[in-house]
Each structure stands twice: as C-alpha cells, then as structure tokens.
C-alpha cells in the first residue's frame, strides 16, 4: 500500500507540472508583448543647446557695478553695471575749455566795424552838405569831390576790414572742429563706460566682478535666450531625403517616470555637409554611415535645459 501512494503522488506532481508550464509560456510572452508595444522608436536624437552670446567690455577701466548673477532673466536695453568713467570725464571738461578759449577769441565783425561805419554816415552827411552849397555857389565842385573820394575810401576800408575779421573768425571757427569732434569720441567712450545688456535672455556664466580691471574686447558675462531652445540631432543619408526646412516633427524627452514628454518642433537648419564620411562610398550600407546635423527649435517653458538629451520622430 505504501509503494502504491508513493507513485500516486508522483504521478500527481507529474500532472501537476504538465498543466502548468503552458501558463507560463503564456505569461512569459504577454509580458514580452507588453514591453515590445511600451517600447518607443526615434528617427533621431541629440542634446539641447541655445545661440549664446558673450558680452565683452566695450571700454577700459575699474568694474565699479556690475548687478548680475548665473540664472539670472535680463531684458535688452537694461543697464546692469558701469566701468570708471572719470578720465575720460575730465578729458571731455579740458576740450570744452579749450573750444570756449577758442571761441572767446573770435573778433566781433558789427561792433570793430561800428567806428568805420560812423565815419561813412558822417561822410554822406557831409556830402550832402557840400553837394547843396555847390548849388549855391558857396562851395567848389573839388571840394564835393574831396568829400566823394573820402566816401569811397571809407567803404573800401570797412570791404577790407570786414573781409580780415570774417577769415580770423572763419579760422579760429575751423580750429575748433577737431576739439569737437574728440568731445564727440568722448561721449561716445562715455557712453560705452555702462554695461548695457544687448539682448533679452538668461546669464549662462559671469566671468568678471566689481573691482576688477577690464579692458576692451574682455568678455563681462554669457547669455542665452532659453525662451526658443534648439536640439540638435543627426540623421542619416538615407534620412535626408526626408526631412525638409521648416518642417514640424515631434520631440519627445523623459518624463522622469519612465516615459516620455512630448512637443513639436520645427527643422531650421539641416547641415549641407555630412560628418564622418566613409573616404569611399561604394554600398548603400555605406551611404547609410552619413550623418547629418539639423536643428530643430522648440519653444521653452522652462522644462528644456542646455545639455539635455532629446529624440525626434518624423511626422
């Protein structure tokens, strides 16, 4: 009776194992199922980046303000900073004087002409004086003619005279030219002393501090506009043909739960050269080794950062 039970029993885990295997099969492969439809394919991937800008000194001299910090949003035209500016002042100030000197010294035409002027108009007085007494008989025609020719050496003296003051004051005029237009690259070096930022966009690096020296042409601080990111990606050759400028396509990233965030994007820029070309292209294995850089732009909310990776399915 003991033997008997004894294969009974393994008769019954026999059975027992018979029915049970093609559950698992079964679960194996709805799990496998589920993983293959959960999977995600890319026509291509990349990183994120954005057009920077470095924003260098335009002037030389002591940072004394210069309000900025890493992350920080700027607005174009926002003044964030200035650089010592008190030479350049004190040159402008010694200009000014020197072209009011200058100027102090032009003659004033009207009034050095006055006395010659008042000598003419008591000439012609005199003239007719003489002219009306000569019609009397009471004076003789030289003397009318002694007057005339006083009258018009009067007039030439003023032509004269008036002629040497207005080329004294059209020279000193000219030498003022030059001091103005040093007034004028003052202003200009003036205004460059403020740090003025040039475009709206986030400050991706400061590379300078207050109280540091600078000089013109060194870099103060970078920036970005992150509002507009761009991802560039690489497709193949034989992708090219289907991607085209100002095209829209799906950019997806990671959701950071194990799944995917997805945007739209538009292709701006596709690279009219492939990178790390075969030297011989014989196959079409081979032309599929071409790779191609594009960029697509994707409007940033924030969620996109420099750096960070992203794939792209063609619509």
Do not use: H
Request: proline share 3%; hydrophobic share 35%; charged share 25%.
């Amino acid at each position: 009776m003991k033997v008997q039970k004894q294969q009974t029993q393994r008769k019954g885990n026999c059975q027992f194992s018979t029915v049970n295997y093609p559950l698992i099969i079964i679960a194996t492969a709805i799990i496998l199922s589920a993983c293959n439809d959960n999977k995600v394919s890319f026509d291509a991937s990349g990183s994120f980046e954005a057009e920077e800008t470095v924003i260098s000194s335009e002037a030389t001299g002591a940072i004394k303000r210069l309000e900025i910090e890493e992350g920080q949003t700027l607005e174009a035209g926002q003044r964030i900073g200035y650089i010592d500016s008190l030479q350049l002042y004190l040159k402008k100030r010694q200009l000014e004087a020197q072209v009011i000197a200058i100027l102090g010294k032009k003659p004033n035409i009207s009034v050095q002409l006055s006395a010659l002027k008042e000598q003419l108009k008591t000439a012609e007085k005199e003239k007719t004086r003489v002219a009306n007494l000569v019609k009397g008989d009471a004076a003789t025609p030289k003397q009318l003619d002694d007057i005339n020719a006083q009258i018009e050496v009067l007039k030439k003296q003023i032509e004269a005279q008036q002629s040497t003051l207005s080329i004294s004051s059209e020279g000193l005029g000219k030498d003022v030219v030059p001091l103005q237009v040093q007034i004028e690259q003052l202003n200009d070096q003036l205004a460059k002393c403020n740090i003025i930022n040039p475009a709206n966009g986030t400050v991706l690096a400061k590379y300078a501090e207050p109280n540091e020296m600078t000089a013109t042409g060194k870099p103060l601080y970078k920036i970005a506009d992150l509002s507009n990111i761009i991802l560039r990606a690489y497709i193949t050759g034989d992708q090219l043909p289907q991607v085209k400028l100002n095209q829209k396509v799906k950019v997806l990233t990671d959701d950071g739960k194990g799944g995917y965030e997805e945007t739209e994007g538009t292709i701006t820029w596709i690279n009219s050269k492939a990178e790390f070309t075969p030297k011989t292209i014989q196959t079409r294995d081979e032309r599929a080794n071409m790779v191609y850089a594009i960029k697509v732009k994707v409007k940033n909310d924030g969620t996109y950062k420099i750096g960070m990776y992203g794939e792209i399915k063609f619509n």
